[in-house]
Each structure stands twice: as C-alpha cells, then as structure tokens.
C-alpha cells in the first residue's frame, strides 16, 4: 500500500521560514517525479512545483520562485519543501504528490499526501 506521510507546517510571521517533509512507503520512490500543491480556502488547487527522480532537476511556478526550494532525499525515500520568506497569501494547506510524468496537473498524481496547514501571518 503506497502512502505519503506529511510532516511540518505551521504558524509562522511574515518573513520567515517552514520546511515541509513527506516520507513514502510503499512505492518504488525513485521511480516517481515528486510534486508540491497547494489549496486556500475557497481556491482551487494549485501547483507549487516539483522534482524529477533523481533529484537533478526542479520546476517551480513563478509565484514561489527564488523562495520555495524543493529537494529529496533518495535513501530516506523523502521530499522536501523548505519556503522561506513567507507571505500571508502562502497560508494554504500544502500537499506533496507523486507522479511518474513532469505535469502542473494534479490529475497526472497518482498518490498524495495527507496535507499539512501552513498558516502565515502579516
């Protein structure tokens, strides 16, 4: 049974930082492409951004760019999002997923995360 486990978040100020960690089980880790998402209240979800298998190459959308940084960890099967500089309109709930395409579409993951609430105040 594959699963992600998330961990991290939190309440922060503006201006600081959070990192977020998602742990597989299950599942052959390096053979997906690991995603970010995000949901606001009363928004759709959107992409954050993702990193290819071996962890060479990320793709980030221009909202979190130069902030967000997303690595993994292969022997520890784990994704990480570590967001610094954090805004009041990153508050969301933030979710970690793998896929075995480089897609911005959440349908193109096949498993998720729990979610984990990042909340940032002004």
Known sequence: QAQ?????????????????SCAASGLIFTGYRMGWFRQAPGKE???????????GSTHY????????TISRDNAKNTVY???????PEDT??????ASFVASTAA?????WGQGTQVTVSS
């Open 4 to 20: 992600l486990v998330q961990s991290g978040g939190g309440f922060v100020q503006a201006g600081n930082s959070l990192r977020l």
């Open 45 to 55: 979800r959107e992409y954050v951004g993702a990193i290819n298998q071996d962890g």
């Open 61 to 68: 959308v221009d909202f979190v760019k130069g902030r967000f």
């Open 107 to 111: 349908n193109a993951y096949r498993y």
């Open 92 to 97: 969301a709930v933030y979710y970690c997923a």
């Open 81 to 87: 999002l570590q967001m610094n500089s954090l805004k």
